[in-house]
């Protein structure tokens, strides 16, 4: 999973302007050749026969391996395949110059990204290709995997752009019970979601001090990097009470409902009790350390999250220690189970060898490399039919395994603004939300500053794609 980062906001828009007066409106593919992509041979896949090309995949380290490609390459001598590291900045500079060295394949963050590239027309139409594909049937296709169509006005509906490499719902609670004990806390349920009155209730609980110093923590998110307002947990907070944080026509966040307030308020007082590690009280411990340590209680975390479990040297000899719990709910709400991540990839609009990048494309998320991260644990597959081979053989396996199916029959789809970037978004939090933390500003404060500067930045992003 990759960290929180940070742009000048500034700088992105200047950069994508650039960028579409490359690639603007270049979101269609062209038309692929007929039969399955084991059948095509070079020439059919746009070069010359024997003539090499060189696909970039953007990947980090560790998501394929050495082997991986030495074997891809050994079935498809027409293509030489090239790891490319995740770097945002050079890869929006790169997209800015129309550089030949752009990636073919981009990875991203499915659920929060993919609005924001295909908007621009950065990403390439995949859906004559899913067509015909031997892979990608789709039938076989989980609903997730709809985070990646696009109707050219937002994400979920439409033509398919993308597949997720792995994915897990996100809002997900894994607990230690051995602190839950400690604490007298009764362990939950694994059959029902608690609500997030109570998981603040118990994160308090779990929460230990010696002085000013605070030893365990009760509630950790990742990907907020500890705990604070982010815009996911509103989407699926808001999505629990059937409310949205954007109005209909995306034109301006919607922070100052009843609603959304709570939710403000709810994470305000979460960072000032505490009951985590935030800007205000800040912990130079990860969240991996801080859980196999015993030094926290419960993390707002995917499926994902099991497989570092079971690898991880301090945790995988006592793995009953742990349970996964199906995402909390708003007192009054419904149970939401949605990601926010779903690491997955996009094949560039303007990559000169699409075939070729298909043909990596389909190996990597559909071949024999998906099959071995579902075995793996470390996310979920985008098939039905992948989902068996997840880990069972534990009972610690067969209790995240009877979690996360429960969880598929109850996916949504979070909406998301195509038209600001969930970077910038966390920008903002963090620029405004921090005063309130620390008491120099109220809610209703920055409420009022992040609509307006959200809304401006709609509007220009609006106008740099030409919508209305």
Not at 65 to 78: D, G, L, M, R, V
Not at 199 to 226: C, F, I, R
Request: one cysteine or more; a negative charge.
């Amino acid at each position: 999973m990759s960290k929180k980062r940070m742009y000048p906001i500034v700088a992105l828009l200047l950069v994508f302007s650039l960028a579409l007066a490359g690639c603007s409106g270049n979101n269609t593919s062209p038309e692929p050749g007929t039969g399955t992509n084991k059948e095509r041979t070079a020439s059919e896949g746009g070069t010359q026969a024997g003539k090499k090309v060189t696909i970039r995949i953007h990947l980090a380290e560790g998501e394929i391996s050495k082997e991986q490609i030495e074997s891809f390459e050994a079935e498809h001598p027409n293509i030489d395949l090239e790891r490319v590291d995740t770097d945002f900045n050079k890869l929006m500079g790169q997209i800015a110059a129309d550089s030949d060295t752009t990636p073919d394949i981009f990875r991203l963050m499915g659920a929060s990204e993919f609005p924001f590239y295909a908007s621009r027309g950065f990403a390439l139409n995949l859906q004559p290709y899913f067509d015909r594909s031997d892979y990608f049937i789709a039938d076989d296709l989980l609903d997730t995997t709809n985070i990646f169509r696009w109707d050219g006005q937002s994400s979920g509906k439409g033509d398919i752009y993308g597949f997720p490499k792995d994915w897990a719902p996100d809002f997900n609670l894994f607990i230690n019970k051995k602190l839950f004990e400690a604490a007298g806390i009764p362990i939950p349920s694994d059959k029902e979601s608690l609500t997030w009155e109570q998981v603040m209730e118990y994160a308090a609980k779990l929460t230990v001090k010696e002085g000013d110093k605070v030893t365990q923590w009760g509630l950790y998110d990742p990907l907020a990097g500890g705990i604070g307002l982010n815009q996911d947990l509103m989407l699926a907070q808001l999505a629990s009470l059937g409310q949205s944080l954007y109005t209909p026509d995306n034109n301006e966040i919607v922070l100052d409902s009843p609603e959304a307030k709570r939710i403000v308020q709810y994470w305000v007082d979460a960072v000032k009790k505490p009951v985590g590690p935030s800007s205000l009280n800040s912990d130079a411990a990860n969240f991996i350390d801080l859980f196999s340590q015993n030094k926290l209680g419960m993390m707002i975390v995917g499926y994902w999250f099991s497989g570092l479990l079971r690898s991880n040297e301090l945790t995988k000899s006592h793995l009953d220690d742990f349970i996964m719990l199906p995402a909390p709910v708003m007192s009054g709400g419904k149970r939401v189970e949605a990601t926010r991540s779903g690491t997955g990839g996009i094949i560039y609009s303007k990559t000169k060898h699409p075939e070729e990048a298909w043909t990596v494309f389909e190996w990597f998320y559909g071949g024999k490399p998906a099959d071995e991260r579902a075995k793996s644990g470390w996310g979920l597959p985008g098939f039905k039919s992948k989902v068996e081979l997840l880990p069972r053989e534990t009972n610690f396996d067969k209790q995240t395994y009877a979690v996360i199916t429960d969880d598929l029959k109850q996916l949504s789809t979070l909406p998301y603004n195509p038209y600001i970037s969930a970077t910038a978004f966390s920008t903002l939090l963090d620029k405004y939300m921090t005063p309130v933390y620390f008491d120099k500003d109220t809610v209703d404060g920055a409420i009022d500053k992040i609509a307006k500067e959200v809304k401006i930045q709609i509007r220009e992003n609006k106008d740099i794609v030409g919508v209305k």
